[in-house]
């Protein structure tokens, strides 16, 4: 069975940084696009970014020039560099990855 657990969450001001991790398990990621989601409190899941097998990658717009996702697939991982961070960029975050299994997310909040 899949397992996808999300990791590098926290506290931090605006205008810091962040990595988060998503390691997959139970499948080799090389062949799937892998997608990061956000949620904040009272709002609806929303989608952030994906990178697709052959390194295509798309950002929503609310992120482009400040985050950027990438995939590592020897470790079976994707990342989301998270910079500039603004308060409204505090959610839970989540990663999708194949046959649409999530992770349990990890918390993001900034502090203005």
């Known amino acids: 069975q899949v397992q996808l657990v999300e990791s590098g969450g926290g506290l931090v001001q605006a205008g810091g940084s962040l990595r988060l991790s998503c390691v997959v398990s139970g499948r080799a990621i090389s062949e799937y696009t892998l997608r990061w989601y956000r949620q904040a409190p009272g709002n609806q899941r929303e989608f952030i970014a994906y990178?697709?097998?052959?390194?295509?990658?798309h950002y929503t717009d609310s992120v482009k020039g400040r985050f950027t996702v990438s995939r590592d697939n020897s470790k079976n991982t994707i990342y989301l560099q998270m910079n500039a961070l603004k308060p409204e960029d505090t959610a839970i975050y989540y990663c999708?990855?194949?046959?649409?299994?999530w992770g349990p997310g990890t918390q993001v909040t900034v502090s203005s």
């Open positions: 990178i697709t097998s052959n390194q295509n990658i």
């Open positions: 999708n990855g194949p046959d649409n299994f």
